[in-house]
């Protein structure tokens, strides 16, 4: 009987050791195919700091006063926070700080959001490329009210900084 029990609980040390060992993928692993436009990846929290210049990304406008906020989930839906900077054109619209709710989804090597409450952002699709620590929208997508002329539409991009 005890040789039986002491089978059993080294087995079970054995199989609990082996389980503890195994390493989960990491972001960057998971990261690193497809632009890293995948679940793995792009799931998380993301702080928008400033609206870049596409060319030579000098800072189009600044939020680091009060950042917008994407927070992407791994049931397919979202929100976003837009920024409250005082130099937001948005505040004008009463969109400075509001809170847009939707889903997204997955297509090839572009994440499609739809904004299911909240007016202060449209639906539509972006090609990001993406990493452990960036994504870049490659355009602007949320704050696009602070983009009120069509060539800084143009010429702007999006890019969000990991937050978790």
Known sequence: M???????LAASCICLLSACSEESESLAD???????????????????????????????????????????????????????APSSEMASTGCSGQKVYGSWEINDASVKFTVKTGDCATSGTVTPVVDELQMNFNGVRFQAGDATDAMTKA????IYDRVE
Do not use: H, Q, R
Request: hydrophobic share 30%; net charge neutral; aromatic share 8%.
């Open 2 to 8: 005890k040789t039986k029990i002491l089978t059993l």
């Open 30 to 84: 998971k990261c690193k195919d497809n632009n890293g436009v995948n679940e793995g990846c792009i799931v998380g929290k993301w702080s928008l700091k400033a609206m870049y210049n596409k060319t030579d990304n000098t800072i189009v406008t600044d939020y680091n006063a009060a950042p917008g906020l994407l927070e992407i989930n791994g049931d397919g839906s979202f929100t976003y926070t837009t920024s409250a």
């Open 155 to 158: 010429n702007s991009t999006e």
